[in-house]
Structures are given as structure tokens and as C-alpha cells.
């Protein structure tokens, strides 16, 4: 393609497949419904949890719950996009922002991102003895002073209280889990769904250690090398 052709349709250079699956709208309610999309193929980002922002490409917290399609593996590949063939598995069913995405004309997908998003309480029947788990994971173990707790690491009179509040939120976060997973006996896959990420696993990406010793964990700060 020379510089000054105006693209108009998708390539299939799967670029935008690569970044991430897509967040879950109302929209995309009948996909679950139908069975297209399964719960082991969702993760949970938690209100709070820090996400790279499409407008500065830096670490911010999400302002509402977001359930997504999962990366593959520690990848952010989207489970459904074959990249061999450059194709996705689900097209025919895709959601919603997949269907709006051109990216050579982002204003339709900008007009529904972060709105009308569905949260795992909108697919979970509210009989279900997993949502007392998720409730206590959401009011024990808040993700919306993360972003306050790390600044506070990197002040010297500051930061043996932030590890040790955060310290608390690891174990508290991991006790509940565990509880759950004790008593309901699900994959490892809906864990993700369920709860999100692990805390210890998101503390990682800003230098924090896990040390974990008679099934209490520690946390310590990676040195700067």
C-alpha cells in the first residue's frame, strides 16, 4: 500500500487483535446467553486495578469494573485470534467493540468505549454461592487506593506502612480465594473471572515481591538496579 492510499478496510494485520480482547458490553449479553462466549474465557479487571490508558498509553486505574476476553497465556493475544491465518475463530459472533473497531476510523468504537459495560454481577445468577466470595473479595480487599498505596512506597516515612497495608490486602485477597475454591472446587480458568487477577500478580509489575512461608505471604520491594 503506498503512503497516500486511504485505507477502508480491515487488512487482516491483526494488530489490534494483539493488544487485547475486548471489554463486554449489554450488548454482548446473548453472546453468554448463547453459549458463543464461556465464563473460562473472561477475566475480571477489578475497579481500581491499573490498566494501560488508549489516550496516554500510561498505567491508570479503571474508574468501573470490566469483564473482558482473556490474553493468551501471560500474553494480551486474544484467546480467539489465529495468527497464523490472521483470522478470528468467533468473527461470525464477535462482540461488540469488535464489530465497531476500524483502525482507521476509531470515532464509533470511542463512542461506546467504558460505557454500558457488563460487570460480573449482571452474568452471575445472585443464587449463586460463588457471589458471597466475590462480594468479600470487593469489600475486603479495595482496589481504588492501589494507586495511593504505591505512590506511598516511594516515600522513606511512608513506605513501611504502605507495605504492610498492602501486605494485608495480598493475604486477605489470597485467603478468600483459596476459601472459595476449597468449598466450590471450580478451574483455575473461572478463577479469573471470578476474581481477576491476583494481587500479588499485579503488585509484581511495579516491583513488589511475593514471599510466601507456612501459607502467610510477605512482601518486599525489588531492588533498583
Not at 43 to 55: A, C, M, N, Q, Y
Not at 60 to 71: D, L
Not at 120 to 149: H, W
Amino acid at each position: 500500500m503506498s503512503k497516500n492510499t486511504i485505507k477502508t478496510e480491515c487488512d487482516r494485520c491483526g494488530i489490534c487483535c494483539t493488544k487485547g480482547g475486548p471489554s463486554l458490553h449489554y450488548e454482548d449479553r446473548n453472546l453468554l446467553l448463547n453459549n458463543r462466549l464461556n465464563l473460562e474465557h473472561l477475566i475480571t479487571i477489578r475497579k481500581g486495578e491499573p490498566v494501560l490508558s488508549l489516550s496516554t498509553g500510561d498505567p491508570e486505574p479503571t474508574q468501573s469494573e470490566i469483564v473482558k476476553i482473556k490474553g493468551r497465556g501471560t500474553e494480551w493475544t486474544c484467546i480467539f485470534f489465529q495468527e497464523k491465518e490472521a483470522k478470528c475463530t468467533i468473527y461470525e459472533h464477535r462482540p461488540l467493540e469488535c464489530s465497531l473497531l476500524k483502525c482507521w476510523d476509531t470515532e464509533n468504537l470511542e463512542n461506546v468505549v467504558g460505557r454500558n459495560l457488563l460487570s460480573r454481577y449482571d452474568i452471575i445468577a445472585s443464587q449463586d454461592p460463588i457471589v458471597p466470595f466475590i462480594k468479600a473479595i470487593d469489600e475486603q480487599c479495595l482496589l481504588e487506593n492501589l494507586a495511593q498505596q504505591l505512590s506511598a512506597l516511594s516515600r522513606e516515612n511512608s513506605r513501611n506502612q504502605a507495605l504492610a497495608d498492602l501486605t494485608h490486602l495480598v493475604n486477605t485477597d489470597l485467603a478468600i480465594r483459596s476459601q472459595a475454591f476449597a468449598e466450590l472446587r471450580f478451574s483455575l480458568d473461572l478463577e479469573l473471572f471470578f476474581f481477576g487477577r491476583p494481587l500479588f500478580k499485579i503488585l509484581n509489575q511495579y516491583g513488589i515481591e511475593t514471599h510466601e512461608a507456612n501459607g502467610t505471604c510477605t512482601l518486599s520491594l525489588i531492588p533498583s538496579l
